[in-house]
């Protein structure tokens, strides 16, 4: 128990002033810079992984695997298998990088685990984009099993797949964005969990689905969901000689939503840390 | 070191929802003033509700008051919340933003995010665990340990960087003795050689009572009282605490006893009574003899404790302070 009287500690007797008013204001600790602070929340998101293996990296996989198998039933060969393939592969990134961080971020906020972090010297930045980073980590090893199995079970080349390289980053900086808004900006975690799926399910089925027979409304719905421009940009590299124009396009448009809902999830982490 | 005046917040009434009734307008701190000098060990004493947390987060500079003033070693922390951060560092009751991650990972991030570079948090880490005992389980998830081993290692984290004030709510639950006096070492140690200030939240009233310099006594947001343990005890020293417990139900055919009950804190087949010490001796005196023994499971007499002090003072909660 305290065998240190406060009164007997050097110096505290000088400073027994009535209000720290009267005293010139002490030197601050030091603030925590953005590279290194991010890359330590980024290290430890990632090491999540080990605790929360089967969530965060099998489960996706196994959903978008199964969709594969189950669409190869319906769906022939060309343009169509192209969309199912590249659609299942990003389904795996709006599962993880939208959905689980939702998740993470929504209970994370309502269990008062966001403490921890603001009252530490952390450019928010570093928090949300520590996190999203590692969310969208989480998704390559599924993204590229499942890509793999599908050009396999359509018969669609795999020359063109180091195009995920870009396209999982791109797709996973917006739709990670997206999570970590929606978990943050949730009044409840409930709801954060709801946008999630929901976002993961949109993703679904805009995604996989071929967009030819969609009516005009879904495409639309289509259109605006961030993700179908990872989807295209993927399936644009099936054809015999892609159009790499627009597949930069494409990935443009992810890389704009992804800054935009970033600095979103930014501002709202730093919301939901002061209240 | 850290003074606070007038510093007061409400909570809005909540409009019932279905399933939940409306809830009305709540003053969590009110009015409230605080001293805390440097190199203390400060206490706010509280049962649940008591504002305790609330006080706690405004201190921080994760809720901003809607009045009052905090002012900690020089910086006005309404004004200015996120210099918090680098004055003090915060435990607070729950550890999920670290729950995923290794004893050490948590540790190494949080100095990190304190603006360690690597080395050096690598070397406060190394330090901290083996000061509170915790190298053998560094490589463990925090999820995967007991609750009291947990809280270890959050306090463990909360140690990596060097700050002048440690805001610790609650820091000991769930531990066992081991690591309760792993914890009062590591802080009186800071204490002795950096000058380390420390505000501790709590509502055991052992705890309180031994490793506190000063209490502040929280009540419905209010600060009813702000001295030293046995400052406070002193204001009860005329009493006697008297504790009953009846095998069954209490004896009230036996008219001292019926006496008694009108002055009794009942809680279920347990009576506490505070009472003068020669009252005291005639009610022990009633209760070992005749009709009323036969009743009697067991009794005990104790020198008030900070309990004591909470009812004294006009505390609300009749339940709700931990004696453990």
Known sequence: MSVVPADVLAGATAVQERGAGRTAAAELGPRARLWPSLAAVYRAQLSRARVARIPLLFVATFQSVGIMIMMRGVVGGGGEARSVVAGASIVVVAYVALNLLAQYFGQLRASGGLDHYATLPVPPAAVVLGAAAAYASFTVPGTLVTAVFGCVLFGLPLGNLWVLVAVIPLAGAALSGLGAACGLLAPRPEHATLLGQLGMSAALLLGVLPPDHMPGVVRLARDLLPSTYGVEAYARTFAPRPDWAFVGIDMAVCAGVGVVSLAVATWAYRRAAVR | ?324
Not at chain 2, 58 to 76: K, S
Not at chain 2, 264 to 289: C, D, F, I, K
Request: hydrophobic share 45%; aromatic share 4%.
């Open chain 2, 1 to 324: 070191m850290c003074a606070v005046r007038g510093l007061t917040k409400t909570y809005p009434a909540a409009r019932g929802r279905r399933g939940a009734p409306a809830t009305p307008e709540v003053r969590a701190t009110d009015d409230v003033e605080l001293d805390v000098r440097r190199g203390e060990i400060f206490g706010l004493l509280g049962p649940n509700g008591a504002g305790k947390s609330t006080l706690v987060r405004q201190l921080t500079g994760l809720m901003r008051p809607d009045r009052g003033t905090v002012e900690i070693l020089g910086h006005d922390i309404v004004a200015h919340p996120e210099r918090a951060a680098r004055i003090l560092a915060y435990l607070g009751q729950e550890s999920s933003a670290l729950d995923e991650l290794t004893v050490s990972l948590a540790a190494e991030t949080t100095g990190r995010l304190r603006g360690l570079d690597v080395r050096r948090a690598r070397a406060e880490r190394d330090a901290v665990l083996d000061e509170l005992g915790l190298a053998p389980i560094a490589d463990r998830p925090l999820k995967k340990l007991s609750g009291g081993q947990r809280r270890l290692a959050c306090f463990a984290a909360a140690l990596v960087g060097d700050r002048p004030l440690l805001v610790l709510d609650e820091p000991t639950t769930g531990m066992d003795p081991v690591a309760r006096r792993a914890v009062w070492s590591a802080v009186d140690r800071r204490r002795a050689e950096r000058g380390t200030t420390v505000l501790l939240v709590t509502h055991n009233v052992i705890e309180a009572e031994t490793v506190l310099d000063r209490v502040a006594v929280l009540d419905r947001g209010r600060v009813i009282a702000c001295d030293t343990p046995a400052g406070l005890k002193e204001r009860v020293s005329g009493e006697v605490r008297v504790e009953l417990v009846w095998r069954e139900r209490a004896p009230l055919e036996v008219a001292e006893i019926a006496a008694l009950r009108e002055r009794a804190v009942e809680s279920g087949r347990r009576w506490t009574l505070r009472l003068a010490p020669e009252e005291a001796r005639a009610a022990v005196a009633t209760v070992t003899g005749g009709a009323a023994f036969a009743a009697l499971d067991d009794f005990t007499l104790a020198t008030p404790s900070l309990e004591d002090v909470y009812l004294a003072l006009g505390g609300a909660a009749r339940q709700g302070l931990v004696k453990a």
